[in-house]
């Protein structure tokens, strides 16, 4: 691979950019859903601890409140 | 609403009855009927200040700015469609009533039209004689005439699908906005063409049939749509 | 702690796991399709006789553009799905589906925008092909905002599905517009029945990369299903058993 391939006949850099948006655009679909599962679940964590600390320090039988 | 329908009525002496009192609801506030054809004529103003007094640089943009004008008149309109009714409670008793609540809706977007859509139709060619549209004969001044009013009966109904999903929410009109307007934008550009084709005094047949190809399609399934918008917000 | 009370839950908690378990298969499966892919498209397969190597930007700019409106079409469907059975899980994804079809959206038009600058010699033409995606667009954005306007995910749910659905007018404008109007966008390179107008040693990259691209979404939708799921699983919670494993 030499400097010839990298400039694509003059197109390197249009063609180059789309790449690397594409990676970004990837990046950040992938990213953001990662985000929002791994933010939803330490929040439901949380959630059910508590709960399960108010249903044992009440006994009470379901843990239907939420934080 | 699921409950069996007794004592259904006739749906056009319902029909009757829904644009009789919305007929009659906007002669007490006319001023509000006001509204949208004033906004309409204004927003047209602002184009010769804007761009530029010369009546031929303003012929040449006359479709383009008619059509977003009603677009943003009709947008604005849409707001008030359903919120007074939601707010005063009439929609629940609607919802409840048993009666076909897509059928009442249509109705009232239908009404709704004769108040804010047909004033801008009728004003349309003066508006457009101010712009320096000169058309030189009936068929184009008809081709104009019936393509703004086809294509702002397809901006009521959309507007009216955007307001019955937004109507629940306290601060609705800016979303309101951004929801429907990309569903009118093909409106958008099919009825500026039309009124483009009429000022070049060219057949603009086949556009006006799409417009009412689409306008008969929202009417076959927007009412639907506001159906079921309108039970959700109202919730 | 006693976390027997966790698994009262029946069927989101088996589509969680069942995303959680297919993700990463998806994922690194289709990031080493992509690869493959992106190499070949980039130094193998030979430039185009009319656009020569700026038409590598297809291997990008298809695949994306492609689905941008099958995430749409399978979002409209899942709202459909979710109004008509009332079913949850298709709620959640329609609202999963929504983020990365916008990405999606905007990197057709971005890619696709770098493309016609060499070829046309315009960032942008107001043509039927980008202005129907540029519109499709603006759905995405329009669904977001309707969905995050409403604090009851219930009803957000619900109306945020009604747009979708009165959305979907779109995609068959988009799809065709190639064909039903004089479009400065090139038509259709691609056929899946019948003859393709491409060779085949530049087909078959971009083919594994629109389904490195399809799987890559999936990955992506696992991901923000999981997310949707635990939004409308408030109150109840097999979640921490899950999180041990």
């Known amino acids: 691979m030499n400097y010839e391939t990298l400039k694509m006949g003059g197109y390197g850099a249009y063609v180059w950019s789309s790449y690397a948006l594409t990676l970004l655009a990837l990046f950040i679909m992938a990213f953001a859903a990662r985000r929002a599962s791994g933010k939803e679940l330490s929040a439901a964590v949380r959630r059910v601890q508590i709960n399960s600390t108010n249903n044992a320090s009440s006994n009470a039988t379901n843990g239907g409140t939420s934080s | ?235 | 702690m006693n976390w027997v009370w966790f698994h009262k839950l029946a069927s989101p908690p088996s589509a969680y796991v069942f995303a959680l378990r297919l993700r990463p298969w998806l994922f690194w499966i289709s990031v080493i399709m992509m690869l493959w892919a992106a190499y070949e498209g980039l130094f193998v397969v030979p430039p185009d006789y009319q656009q020569k190597d700026a038409f590598r930007i297809a291997y990008v700019h298809i695949p994306a553009a492609s689905l941008s409106l099958m995430v749409y079409s399978m979002m409209a469907i899942a709202a459909a799905i979710g109004v008509i059975w009332r079913m949850k899980l298709a709620h959640a994804v329609a609202a999963a589906c929504a983020l990365p079809g916008a990405i999606l959206t905007a990197l057709a038009l971005i890619t696709g925008s770098i493309w016609g600058r060499p070829m046309w010699g315009a960032w942008w033409a107001w043509d039927a092909r980008l202005t129907s995606e540029l519109i499709l667009f603006f759905l995405y954005l329009g669904y977001m905002t309707l969905r995050a306007s409403f604090d009851d995910i219930g009803r957000a749910d619900r109306a945020s599905a009604i747009l979708a659905i009165v959305g979907v007018v779109n995609v068959p404008i988009v799809r065709y517009s190639v064909v039903w109007w004089n479009s400065l966008h090139q038509g259709q390179t691609l056929s899946v029945f019948g003859e393709s107008k491409m060779d085949s040693s530049m087909i078959t990259p971009l083919l594994v990369m629109m389904l490195a691209f399809l799987m890559f979404f999936g990955a992506a939708l696992c991901d923000g299903l999981r997310a949707e799921i635990l939004r409308r699983e408030r109150n109840a919670s097999w979640l921490t058993d899950l999180k041990a494993k």
């Open chain 2, 1 to 235: 609403m699921n409950a069996p329908m007794v004592n259904s009525p006739d749906p056009f002496k319902l029909a009757v009855v829904v644009l009789q009192r919305e007929l009659c609801l906007a002669l007490r506030r006319w001023d509000q009927v006001l509204q949208p054809l004033i906004f309409f004529v204004v927003i047209i103003a602002l184009f010769p200040l804007a761009v530029s007094p010369e009546l031929s640089e303003l012929r040449r943009i006359a479709p383009g700015v008619l059509w977003v004008a009603a677009m943003l008149a009709s947008l604005l309109a849409a707001d008030a469609l359903f919120r007074p009714d939601v707010e005063d409670g009439t929609m629940e008793q609607w919802v409840l009533s048993g009666q076909p609540l897509p059928w009442l809706l249509l109705n009232k977007t239908f009404a709704h039209w004769i108040l804010t859509g047909m004033p801008l139709v009728i004003v349309m060619p003066i508006v457009a004689i101010a712009l320096g549209v000169n058309a030189s004969n009936w068929t184009s001044w008809w081709t104009m005439i019936m393509s703004l009013a086809l294509g702002t009966a397809i901006l009521t109904v959309l507007g009216a699908v955007g307001a019955a999903l937004t109507v629940g929410l306290r601060r609705g009109n800016m979303l309101m906005a951004l929801v429907v307007l990309p569903l009118e934008m093909p409106v958008l550009i099919f009825g500026a063409q039309a009124l483009q084709m009429a000022i070049r005094n060219e057949s603009a047949f086949g556009i006006l049939s799409l417009l009412a190809a689409i306008l008969l399609l929202s009417l076959a399934l927007a009412p639907f749509a506001m159906a079921a918008a309108i039970r959700i917000s109202i919730e």
